[in-house]
């Protein structure tokens, strides 16, 4: 066996036994090398060897820490953390004997003569028929979005693209809650702009985090989850959206609004308080299912256009047998019968959630089907979220939401609906007793 291996292979027994705690920095690579009378370059393969056992992480800047004390020796942390996990991760809920309320549905456009219509293309507008049938889909009681004003795109994140590539030019500036959706960070990297956080507390951003951003350097648009926020699951009250369309409507700021996750929910979108400047986002991947799924956006008087321009020019079209299809289930009722069963089933997890968790910090809502866990101390996240892996659980590091690099939160989002509940339970319990074990 190599040096470098037989060094690491220590390291890891350190860990194993506990004499390098969860969150202690490693020396500098320079400082190990000269400690142990290696060459400089027998260290750093014994660093990268640890990073690959999955026993270390490295941050730029700040070093090498010990992600998590396992039990056993570290080859055993290995071989657990690569075991199948309960997934905390991904989060598309499904209702029981979803597949047979949804292939009824199908069935028609498998037709041959049905089916050559289907697999043709669709422009953003989509058809008349679909227009009709999501403007419904989407409608609240006190707003109702007019068919004109809807596109079509193949999901909802490629609706979030082609709205914000509509609305800002690389180099722009786009105001962000201080945690938000991984994915736009993502969007916003690959279009060239510049993601501006703001400041938010327990009812969500602050209208007055928009002026102080647009003092600094002009806003070219807002993207905001007012409504059951990932990672948060806040929900801004009524006030608070109208103190934000006050000062959008004052700086003339458009906005990008989420409603991914609306459908558990009964609340008015912002639109509704400022809606010459709002383009709703919506999809089918949470109510339905994500393998055959359409996005949604909803724009103001004026925006159709460009909008769609921006949903061609991406490559974002949606596709005619996945409109087809939402516009059966729409109509037959089978969209709310899964939504009324998935609210029944957030509800029941969130239960889960509070009676395994209690006593932790884990801010969520009651019809929400994700949970932000506050870590107690001295855990960070990602040694927590190695030391969840090594038991087979997977969840999401705070920093992957977090804007702002340098302000990352000691947290995790756990996404309750991928999970069968069960496992879901015995998951959670798990980490409750993995959790106080640092003290």
């Not at 010459?276 to 919506?282: C, E, F, I, K």
């Not at 956006?297 to 991406?314: C, D, T």
């Not at 047998?321 to 709310?336: L, N």
């Amino acid at each position: 066996m190599s040096d470098f291996r037989r060094i690491a292979d220590r390291i890891a027994d350190d860990i194993a036994a506990g004499r390098l705690k969860p969150g202690q920095r490693l020396p500098p690579q320079r400082a190990f090398a000269r400690r142990r009378g290696i060459a400089g370059s027998t260290a750093g393969r014994v660093y990268a060897e640890l990073v690959r056992r999955g026993l270390v992480v490295g941050e730029v800047g700040r070093g090498t820490f010990v992600r998590a004390a396992p039990e056993g020796s570290g080859r055993a942390l290995v071989e657990a953390a690569t075991a199948v996990p309960v997934n905390l991760e991904l989060n598309y809920p499904s209702a029981p004997g979803e597949p047979e309320l949804l292939a009824p549905g199908l069935a028609p456009l498998l037709r041959p003569d049905v089916l050559a219509d289907a697999l043709r293309p669709v422009p953003a507008t989509g058809t008349p028929e679909a227009r009709r049938a999501v403007a419904g889909l989407l409608a609240t009681r006190g707003w109702r979005p007019d068919p004109d004003r809807l596109l079509f795109t193949g999901n909802a994140r490629q609706a979030v693209a082609a709205t914000l590539a509509s609305l800002v030019r690389p180099g722009g500036r786009v105001g962000v809650e201080a945690l938000t959706y991984p994915v736009v960070k993502e969007i916003a990297a690959r279009l060239g702009i510049t993601l501006v956080p703001l400041a938010t507390d327990e009812e969500g951003p602050l209208a007055e985090s928009v002026a102080a951003a647009h003092r600094t350097a002009p806003l070219a648009a807002l993207y905001l989850q007012p409504t059951l926020h990932n990672p948060t699951s806040v929900t801004t009250p009524p006030e608070r959206r109208r103190g934000l369309a006050r000062a959008v409507l004052d700086l003339n700021i458009p906005v990008v609004e989420d409603r991914i996750w609306s459908f558990l929910t009964d609340d008015d979108p912002l639109a509704v308080h400022a809606p010459g400047l709002v383009h709703v986002v919506d999809g089918l991947s949470k109510r339905v299912a994500p393998g055959l799924t359409v996005g949604f956006v909803v724009v103001p008087e004026g925006r159709a256009e460009a909008v769609a321009g921006a949903v061609r020019s991406g490559g974002w079209s949606a596709g005619r047998f996945a409109v087809q299809a939402a516009v059966r289930w729409i109509g037959e009722g089978v969209v709310e019968r899964l939504v009324e069963e998935k609210r029944a089933d957030a509800a029941g997890r969130q239960r889960v959630v509070a009676e395994e968790l209690r006593g932790f910090a884990v801010r969520s809502d009651p019809r929400a089907y994700f949970a932000w866990w506050e870590l107690p101390a001295p855990w960070r996240a990602d040694t927590f979220t190695a030391a969840a892996a090594a038991h087979g659980i997977a969840v999401t590091p705070g920093p992957a939401f977090a804007v702002d690099p340098n302000r990352t939160p000691d947290a995790v989002r756990l996404g309750l609906a991928s999970a069968p509940e069960p496992d879901l339970r015995g998951a959670l319990r798990t980490l409750a007793g993995v959790a106080p074990r640092v003290l």
